[in-house]
């Protein structure tokens, strides 16, 4: 990978930011001395249990919890009747939300199965368990509905009819929210078009499933304050919440975000934080919360499953008019992300072609399943499943290559984006100016490395001494799709930095920012260490703890390097302000004739001091201070990274069975800070977009209980299942980020899945419009096109 | 934490068996533990330790491979093993995990055949002497263990027997699952011995999820003295999945493994074929 | 040492401090919780601690020696591997059992040896790269 070359746009004299360096935290992970949230439990800590619904939608007409308690190393039980009722969402999101508050801490009625219905503390997990199992609940079952259609029909079972739930869009018809936006008089595009083509598309619940489950620990600290330590991406937002739903006030509670293994989105949420910052305040002592494997699969938030018609109507010659998406999402039993997941997969996805009409309309309906959530590319990876589809069909429907057709519409630089601005998350959205657009170039390289015989693995499929002869037939075929994206949210995105000066000439700084592995303390390191002129091991970074680092609202919305990275730059600017101040003092001049080279500070007539001999100055010398500034970034702009992705599959004409041979990944990104986190993303993402186009679903039995939630089930992509995956970075420097960056964490995700089903068609002939590709499916599509 | 009382090394196979005999059902023989250890719901009271009875090793000679019945499954793909019996290399290498097959057991696996075992669907095609101590102690052809009903009460495996590999033999072992490492969907396995072109012996056996394998006589016995070609295989197979009752859950539906079945069959005959120097005429 | 019957490797070795060894899905399907038996990499939580007795149990803590750390660890450093650190415990350790017994193997080798371990962040490629790079470097002839 390292061989390969990053195609940049500008080169600059850039030192710390643009290398790969090593990651800040390596050293420690490779050692096995990271900490994550289950390594600081006390051996004495309570464990709690949730006790969970069996059924899909009922009414909790008792709980009788005596037996439970009578057992022995039990603490406490709790039921709805034990705590606050407050209606919150358990999004992880800027405050005033966009969801729905539909959720409460325990409630009096459960609507999926493994809803929350109590609570039991208890000495250690196995107590804990044993007394869950002894808690006895009756239950007034309630008829349920697992289909979003179905459920905003009259007549339909009411899953939210609580008087105290707010911002439902039509509780009585089960819809959580609806979106209309439309640019252009798109029905009169479509009568004078020449030709109009439209297609339906089904996607799948899939899980996160990050190798860490959901882990939480609680206790009350010498001064009577709760502190929080979590797997999360949000600690600000869950600090917030977990106040609230608990009555005390927000400075009372302490959140810190350790070392975490993998998120994804899963993890921006209150999972288990409100109520085992209940327990701990409840009990006094310190709590641990860590779901099970099988709880990490039907009681976090798996990504929407969406229905999604695309239609597009286009001229003789190609050109499109009128280009629109209708969805219907399901947004499983409660509304957390279910007006933002569904608004993203049009607004993210809709302004890559240039079309003089644009419509898109969608509504979330709520179900008796798991609840819904963000999942990497948040509505994205749905949108361009049906849209990247549904442009390689058109194309060939009217007779024109599809790369071709690609092109002679694709959004380009210097054009506005106008149906971004129509759809806001939740308030006005913002009119978007393309400024740098790479697509060109993530398209050439692409393209040029996939399908060509250059590689990929064989092996698979147990091709063994004998070989398989006449018995296995393959055929291989090639498809691509192309995304761009978006880069944090307009408008909502917020962080702070604070970098404090040591008298070595190192620097603490101290964000909010927050890393999941990502290596977001690295970049964010390096970018200070590029402003004050020292190196990445000069830079103490510190993060995510809300009683020391400044706001920022997380890791989600692809917004950590550009919002969080401006901030810091601010930061870092203004100190190293304050130290040419110093420096000007010291070399008695003023800070106009100083200039700042190879971290130096540098006087007409050849002096010149070093930053870190500053530093010690203004901290030891004549005139004493600390240094220290902080500076925060709202930001309003969203500027797309662009994205190509080109796939070679076979497919087994016997069994059904897709496998990807081939695939490149190719990002404009704007800047990569670290190449090597960067290929990180993108090859991660890819290898994620696999299983969601191949091999991952949520199954349910018609009681919607789910049937696959374990590792043996829900197959995620082994290094046997995945080729050498090759991930390329573009580069065009965007004038509104730090050092020209944009984004790369989801749209790496967008653009796999669609790649796979259109190399499915090249390789067979077969269009499959409903993911995953199981090999059950291609098979029945197989058979009923005759191979 | 798993819910057990009493662990207990056994020293010899006859303080096991007396264990398990006394105890009961509320007993488990331990090998490797990985087929119930992770899985494990209901409290156990005693888990007897069976893998220092010198079980643990694979003796070839004799025209003969005698595996112990805990030998660790990782080491069943030894490379000195692959040309005395080459079955062994095929049915390990997808079976489970590397880190399950250091742990695992032939024994264990036997134990657990309807999950479905590989090796079960792998030595009911070679054909195997299982070897089995207490009170029902005997020594019986894989094939007549599952006409028995299998492996009930305090019945320990101790030893299985392979045939080595002769001339004009082959072997092919075909697994599903919904990628490269999982639980079988379909497996299916056969041996197969050629003389003068013809086929002059065909065992087949056959695997799914949640199901005790499947020996194949009816399917085998039809190839009998026919000479290998594309089209004896297509109906080999096809009488095969005719003869096996699909199982249906959400892995897979019932017309699905069914189909899988029949392509499994075909392909680990295809590869026997190749293996024992065969060509398969058009 | 002591231990309840029914407590698993992972617990008892996290118990006594050695937090390296991850338990992700306590079923022995993730290979977060792989330590070395005996050098061969087993999956500790579906492991009774009792099952070890008489083993050299060896987790990520006790790879390197002192500062110095092994070739796997340097390797997954200077490619930059590891994005969340959940699966690196057990892949390093499933590496260096693979290079011990096998110093020169192929991308395929390496990808059938970490089969049992799972990574979500990676895509595997920049793993196999580091197990490349540690091979060389302990053949004695690292040029990258």
Known sequence: MKDKEIVVMESAGLKVVSKRLPKVDGRSIVRGEARYTKDFVREDALFAVIVRSPYAHARIKNIDTADALAMEGVELVLTHEDVPRIAFTTAGQNYPEPSPYDTFMLDNKVRFVGDRVAVVAARDRLTAEKASRAVRVDYEVLPAVFDPEDAMKEGAPVIHDEPDATGIHDAPRNVAASIYAEVGDIEEEFRNADFVSEHTYYSQYEQQVPMEPHVTYSYIDEVGRLVIITATQVPFHVRRIVARVNNIPIGRVRVIKPRIGGAFGVKQEIILEDLCGHVALRTGKPVLMELARDEEFYGTRPRHPMKLTCKTGVMKDGTMVANEIRVVANTGSYGSHGLTVPSNAGSKSLPLYRARAIRYVAEAAYTNLPVAGAFRGYGAPQGYFALECHMDEVAREIGMDPLEFRRKNLIRAGDMDPISAKLGEGKEGYEREVRTCGIQECIDLASNAVGKGSGGREGGDGVAAGGWGPFRRVRRGVGFALCMHGTGIPGDDVAGATIKVNEDGSFNLLIGATDLGTGSDTILGQMTAEILGVSLDDVIVYSSDTDFTPFDVGAYASSTTYVSGTAVVRAAEKVRERLREVAAELMGTVTGKLTFEGGEFRAPGGKSLHIKEVALKSIYGETKRQISETASFLNLDCPPPFGACWAEVEVDLDTGMVRVTDIANAIDVGRAINPDLVEGQIVGCAAMGIGYALTEEMLFSAEGRTLNASLLDYKIATSLDLPDIKGFIVETVEPSGPFGVKSVGEVSMDPIAPAIVNAVFNATGVRIRELPLTPEKVLTALREAGL | MKEFRQFVVAGSPEEAIGLKRAIGPGALYLAGGTSFVPFIKTPVDVLIDISKLGFSSVVVGGGKVAIGATTRIADLMAPELREAAPMLYKAARRLATPLVRNMATPGGNLAYAFLPSDLAVAFLATGAEIEVLGERARRVAIEDLLKDGWLAGDDLVSKITLAGRGAGQGTGFAKFGKGEVDIALVSAAAWLEVSDGGVAGLRLAVGQTSSMPAFLEEAADKARGEKVTRGLVETIASVASESVEPTNDHRASAGYRKHLIKIMVSRAFAEAAGEAGTAIAD | ?144
Do not use: W
């Open chain 3, 1 to 144: 040492m002591d231990a309840p019957a029914g407590e698993t490797l992972v617990e008892v070795l996290r118990r006594l401090g050695f937090k390296s060894v991850k338990d992700g899905c306590y079923t022995g399907t993730c290979g977060g919780c792989t330590v070395l038996m005996d050098d061969r990499p087993v999956a500790s939580c579906i492991m009774l601690a009792a099952q070890a007795d008489g083993s050299r149990i060896t987790t990520l803590e006790g790879l390197a020696d002192g500062d110095k750390l092994h070739p796997v660890q340097e390797a997954f450093l200077e490619i930059n591997t590891p994005q969340c650190g959940f699966c690196s415990p057990g892949m390093i350790l499933t590496a260096v059992s693979l290079l011990r017994r096998n110093p020169n193997p192929t991308r395929e080798e390496i990808r059938e040896a970490i089969a049992g371990n799972t990574c979500r962040c990676s895509g595997y490629v920049k793993i196999v790269d580091a197990v490349v790079l540690a091979a060389e470097k302990m053949r004695g002839g690292a040029r990258r």
